[in-house]
């Protein structure tokens, strides 16, 4: 384990020091972390206890801080399970559910709220959604996606009609009363109390889990080890439109320490009770803390015989009779004596534990989603195995080193007199190879984590644990920016083809489903090695060729109404693979083009896109000749027949609608007055197809169309492709094993980059033209519009849109919540775009 970054406040503002304020930290499965902090700015006369802070892992940077409203400490942050929600709760009861203002990660509002005055909230949670997968390391070597990563049989907490996941949260308060809000289609929000139990009395800490039936388990007790620690099944249901709770009191447990004659006053508070996940509330974690040190045990819930009374045991036994069964709470392992803990992170990934995949696990030394981790006062992290506790790793915040389990610290390490730097919210990442903790002075570390915990391994296992979680992510559609802090530059090239072949051995159906989704993962993996950054720009530049491609053929439309099993854009694409003729208007003969016909705004509205498809065909086949040893964009589609082919496919289609709306065409700047540009371009581009078509066999372009494509500069002008910026996030400047000092605030200024790096292709001239790379629209100089870029890749738009029409508002449309590459969007600044 390693600090990757650590960002600190700009102002410095003075922290309270209050032992007794909770900092809270949730990390959504997009990358995004909430977080709380007990700073008070003194200069601003503002108390930083109450706000919010959001920030993208990507730019730590641009911390969004929310005013919340909220009166008292903040005591719980939970995001939902699609990463775009978020509920915070106070210690006055207030609970609110804040989401992005025009889906951006650093504009937030409170959309609902719901409170049980004057009772602090202890534990908050969202209805479960009924979604959970499995993932199984003893697979990891399987071709299936779907035999690696399986749906586990999970119903939702409450559903709608026709079995849709009611959404809605649930919180725990310290008077022990369990509180539910249902979010109704309508937007209305619908609320209800009950008592956990008849007895009501004092809860100091809690935690929610869900069951494969729907119910809902709650874990509670009043802070005391000698006391016992509660467990209630809640039912939620809607009744004549209201909401209803039902509670029953389940098997509770005794910590073992409080049994034991050695330890029973050592531990007298109970201050952490986990769940070990949400899905699983058959084990539970506990840890029992004093002034000077903690210990933590696990426990778990079987079902065991009842034992019977000798008097029954003679009887003859009626047939089919089975023994009567109870569940009972078992202890699983304990740790010994431990320093004072001060947060506990749980993994997220979903991995399976039973007893193969565990081996499996062990045998290949996979360790994410195994370990969770403990934060101890004296400032270091020990990553523990989340069944044995057996320590995995080791982490010593205060000289920035890890160790692994077996090895002794170089220097022993002093105790300092006074308060030591320690984190008092941690929390995992989705896939556990990162954790981001917030220290008693207001700073956030992010940390590498390892995903062998440190054991040596050979590429070859690395890489195919690597590939094992970029797949998982690729499936989940979570997030996979932590797995990117493991790749080196030298592992991209067989990342990326290993990924490829992967995807290959999929299903027709899956490869649809995941077409974008693995381009996006290839163009973020290439952009970490200067080798492949052009292969990155290609990525780019075919998640906008499918883009465009499948808007334009969404425009067509049979000509008659009883529609066939194909449509018009399927025909196209199939005529256009049977023709292989070089002259587009013999391609044209075959088609229906009443099939084409269209009202002249819309298509004149599209014409930036056609006129982005129409340059970036000219800029391929005039580059044809130059593509030698320095690698340049546009290289990966010469031999990517799927994408030249959907090429042909649109020049066809342009043709067509040129003939009804000449001024859709796209414009070329010709020596000759009488060339025919789109012709020539069709036919050069047909003979590229046609080499690369068959990817079984793939030949080399000939010396007639290497010199046609030569001369081409003397008969069109050629353009400039303006390729997407450099993302200036930190993900490409945190290979190395220095950590970065960011503050928050301050953008961070990534160092020049060598002028001879094959990175120049990014590169922009003070005066060079700003580009809105989803509309294909020139900004000018210095843009005075706001604009938004994307988190992953840096592309830029602008916020507000200019057009009137509604076959380019459908496009605007489409990329609203999310980038072309699926990444998130954030405002930034008119001169930074």
Known sequence: MEVVYVCEWEKRPKSNHCPSILLVCAW??????????????????KDLSHMIHIIDTEHPWDVYSINSGHTEVISCLEWDQSGSRLLSADGDGQIKCWAMTEHLVNSWESTHSSSVDGDPIVTLSWLHNGVKLALHVEKSGSTNFGEKFSRVKFSPSLTLFGGKPMEGWLAVTVSGLVTVSLLKP???????????????????????????????????????????????????????????IDTELLPSLFMRCTTDPLRRDKYPAVTHLKFLTRENSEQVLLCASSQMGSIVECWSLRKEGLPVNNIFQHRSPVVGEKQPMILKWRILSATNDLDRVSAIALPKLPISISNTDLKVASDTKFCPGLG???????????????????????????????????EEPAIKRQRAGGPTVHFKALQFSWTSLALVG??????????????????????????????FLLEYCMVTGYDWWDVLLHVQPGMVHNLVEKLHEEYMRQNQTLQQVLATRIVAVKASLCKLSTATAARACDFHAKLLLIAISSTLKSLLRPHVLNTPDKSPGDRLA????????????????????????????????????????????????????????????????????????????????????????????????????????????????????????????????????????????????????????????????????????LQFGKPYSLPGLN??????????????????????????ICPTEDSKACTRCGCVTMLRSPNKTNAMKQWEQRWIKNCLCGGLWRKIPSNFS
């Open 186 to 244: 309508n937007g209305a929000l619908l609320s209800a109390s009950e008592s956990l139990c008849r007895l009501r009395g004092r809860v100091a800490q809690a935690d929610i889990a869900f069951t494969s039936g729907g119910n809902i388990v709650v874990a509670a007790t009043d802070g005391s080890s000698s006391s016992p620690v509660q467990f209630y099944k809640v039912c939620v249901s809607v009744v004549n439109e209201k909401c209803r």
């Open 755 to 780: 002028p001879n790096s094959q990175m120049e292709i990014f590169s922009r001239s003070p005066a060079s033209q700003r580009m809105d790379n989803l509309r294909c629209l020139h900004m000018g």
């Open 372 to 406: 969770l981790a403990l934060a101890f006062h004296d400032g270091s992290i020990h990553i523990l195995h989340r069944l044995s506790l057996h320590t995995m790793g080791m982490f010593y915040g205060t000289s920035g080193s890890s160790q692994r389990v077996g």
């Open 574 to 741: 199939e005529i256009c693979t049977k023709n292989t003729d070089t002259d587009i208007d013999k391609v044209m003969i075959n088609l229906k083009t009443e099939e084409f016909v269209l009202d002249g705004p819309p298509l004149q509205s599209l014409q930036q896109l056609i006129q982005w498809v129409g340059d970036f065909v000219l800029y391929l086949l005039a580059n044809l000749p130059n593509q030698g040893s320095i690698v340049r964009p546009g290289f990966g589609f010469l031999r990517d027949g799927s994408s030249l082919g959907m090429l042909r496919e649109m020049m066809v289609m342009i043709r067509i609608w040129g003939l009804l709306k000449p001024g859709c065409l796209p414009i070329y700047t010709a020596t000759s007055d009488n060339q025919d540009s789109m012709s020539l371009l069709f036919r050069l581009l047909t003979k590229l197809w046609l080499c690369s078509r068959d990817e079984s066999h793939l030949q080399d372009p000939d010396e007639t169309l290497m010199d046609e494509c030569c001369l081409l500069p003397s008969q069109l002008l050629v353009p400039t492709m303006d390729w997407l910026p450099i993302n200036d996030g930190v993900i490409t400047k945190i290979q190395s094993k220095h950590q970065l000092r």
């Open 28 to 45: 959504s499965c997009r990358n995004l972390i909430a977080f709380t902090t007990d700073l008070k700015n003194e200069e601003e006369d």
């Open 438 to 467: 917030v220290d008693n002075h207001g700073k956030l570390h992010m940390i590498r984590v390892s995903p062998s915990m440190g054991q040596i391994l050979d590429m070859n296992t690395l890489l195919r644990h690597l590939l």
